[in-house]
């Protein structure tokens, strides 16, 4: 106990540690308690914030603020329509497309694993197939009355979504527009000496603007090339899989890994093991490949020093809080965790035996 008051008392003796906990502890408490809540606002702030980056390029090019904000509140708005009304509605028809020839799927899988017990019997015997197959349709017919309550759900909340969409580009708007006014009054509520806080934010809002302009930049422009691809290649899906492809990219190491599955099995039941099969895999393969290789460099200039373990610990951490924004702010939310670290005090490393061994022998010495 006396070891722990001493490290309290020791931490805890500068102002400005003191200062940085509450701000953290504020905003954290904010965020868990009331993000429900204020989830419009929220996403409002990070869209304002992608946007932020257009109207500062505008101002640079001469513009008035109010002028850049309007042109770019009009250009997110034509992006928000052509959104809604022509991107979802072809995803939510190819989704439906695809939901009715699982059975199909379903049927052509159960006879390719009811023939490896004659082509492979000393691997798989037939009593191990018919299990398998149980357990498949217990968890098909459970996914099944997920998808149905998960419609049933949605169907309640479209009075809330309507809301939702109007009142989003609402905050947007005004975030935009009054950026510096609300600023400024935010920061009248901190106080004047907080120079450890200010430290903390300059550390991680280069990096976090990097991030999330960047990965909504990469989403775009994965999404787009997978699209065009699979089109060219004759997939079905190709609009909802280059969905899946673009947004797989919040997940690094695992993202990846986890579309290859839909997608070779999509190109194995329309084509088999043919060389469409192997194109459409190939190119999937090109695409992850320039992805990691060529595109992330352009686009994060700011290098994220963050070790795999420690983003892979983030995306489980704030993807278990949050959700799919946990996920997405993962990096930046880790990146900030690990400059709260650098900056907070902490007790010098003790002296190894050979150092004390040579501070002993200089007063002899001398």
């Given at each position: 106990m006396n070891v722990l008051l001493a490290w309290f008392r020791r931490t805890f003796a500068d102002p400005q540690v003191v200062i940085l906990g509450l701000v953290l502890f504020a905003g954290f408490a904010i965020v868990i308690g009331l993000g429900r809540m204020l989830a419009p606002v929220f996403i409002s702030i990070v869209i304002a914030y992608l946007l932020e980056a257009v109207v500062a390029r505008l101002q640079k090019l001469g513009l008035p603020r109010f002028v850049a904000v309007?042109?770019?509140?009009?250009l997110f708005l034509a992006s928000l329509f052509f959104l809604f009304f022509g991107l979802v509605p072809m995803?939510?028809?190819?989704?439906?497309?695809?939901?009715?020839?699982?059975?199909?799927?379903?049927?052509?899988?159960?006879?390719?694993?009811?023939?490896?017990?004659?082509?492979?019997?000393?691997?798989?015997?037939?009593?191990?197939?018919?299990?398998?197959?149980?357990?498949?349709?217990?968890?098909?017919?459970?996914?099944?009355q997920q998808i149905i309550s998960w419609s049933l759900a949605t169907v309640g909340n479209v009075v809330g979504l309507l809301v939702l969409l109007v009142l989003m580009p609402?905050?947007?708007?005004?975030?935009?527009?009054?950026?510096?006014?609300?600023?400024?009054?935010?920061?009248?509520?901190?106080?004047?000496?907080?120079?450890?806080?200010?430290s903390v934010w300059f550390d991680v809002e280069v990096q976090i603007?990097?991030?999330?302009?960047?990965?909504?930049?990469?989403?775009?422009?994965v999404a787009a090339v997978s699209y065009v691809t699979f089109v060219s290649l004759g997939l079905q899906y190709s609009a909802l899989l280059a969905t899946i492809v673009g947004f797989s990219v919040l997940i690094p190491y695992i993202g990846a890994a986890v579309v290859t599955l839909p997608i070779a099995l999509v190109a194995y039941f329309q084509w088999g093991w043919g060389w469409g099969f192997g194109q459409v895999m190939i190119a999937y393969a090109v695409i992850q490949a320039l992805d990691g290789n060529v595109l992330v460099p352009l686009l994060f200039s700011e290098a994220l020093d963050l070790h795999p373990i420690a983003i892979i610990v983030a995306i489980?951490?704030?993807?278990?809080?949050?959700?799919?924004?946990?996920?997405?702010?993962?990096?930046?939310?880790?990146?900030?965790?690990?400059?709260?670290?650098?900056?907070?005090p902490r007790n010098s490393?003790?002296?190894?035996?050979?150092?004390?061994?040579?501070?002993?022998?200089?007063?002899?010495d001398a």
């Open positions: 309007l042109l770019v509140f009009i995803l939510m028809r190819q989704l439906t497309q695809l939901v009715q020839q699982l059975p199909n799927y379903i049927d052509q899988g159960q006879n390719l694993l009811q023939q490896l017990p004659q082509r492979y019997p000393k691997l798989v015997s037939e009593q191990q197939i018919q299990q398998l197959l149980g357990s498949i349709g217990n968890e098909v017919a459970g996914a099944g609402v905050l947007v708007f005004f975030l935009l527009k009054d950026k510096r006014l609300l600023i400024d009054w935010l920061s009248g509520y901190l106080p004047s000496e907080r120079h450890l806080v200010s603007a990097n991030y999330v302009r960047g990965k909504a930049g990469e989403i775009v422009i489980l951490v704030f993807g278990g809080l949050w959700g799919f924004w946990g996920i997405f702010f993962a990096i930046p939310l880790a990146t900030l965790v690990q400059a709260v670290l650098k900056t907070w490393p003790p002296a190894s035996s050979s150092d004390r061994r040579e501070d002993e022998q200089e007063p002899a």
